[in-house]
């Protein structure tokens, strides 16, 4: 995991610009229940509600991964293989808020920071000939409402 960290980092800074860090975050594997509950936690807690913006959903109502700033930590679906372009592209996703989070990078509200993750997201799976819309099923007008400040 560690070597594929690296070049996901490495791969990111030459990309989309972001500022590389040998420092990596904690990865964990839960069920789907648990991701859930640590999403409902961020939202019901002290939190600053940004924790919203830092998840990334299929076009499905499941969560494929969070990222949890404070503790910097990635939570992956236990059933979360690595083994599909797919697959690596939510880590993709999830390593570019590590990246911003570590760096300090500071934006306008919480749905902003996923528009540049969603991006890289889908730069790495433009690689293999996929989209975020054939993979997740996530269309134009989806992304917008997720990527733009709405107050």
Known sequence: METLLTGIVTWLALNVGLPATAEHPRIEWVPSAKMAAIRHRDHAS??????????IHSG???????????????YLRDTWTGATPA?????????????QNVAGLKYEC?????????Q????WLA??????????????MTLLVRTKCMY
């Open 60 to 74: 499905r109502a499941d969560i494929e991964a969070l990222y949890d700033d404070k503790t910097r930590t990635i």
């Open 127 to 140: 690689r293999s000939g996929r989209s975020l819309a054939k993979e997740f099923r996530l269309d134009p």
């Open 46 to 55: 002290a939190q600053t509600p940004a924790s919203a913006g830092r998840e």
């Open 87 to 99: 697959e690596v592209s939510v880590l993709v996703h999830e390593m570019t808020h590590h990246l």
């Open 120 to 123: 890289a997201q889908e730069r």
């Open 110 to 118: 919480p749905q902003a920071r996923e528009e540049l993750a969603y």
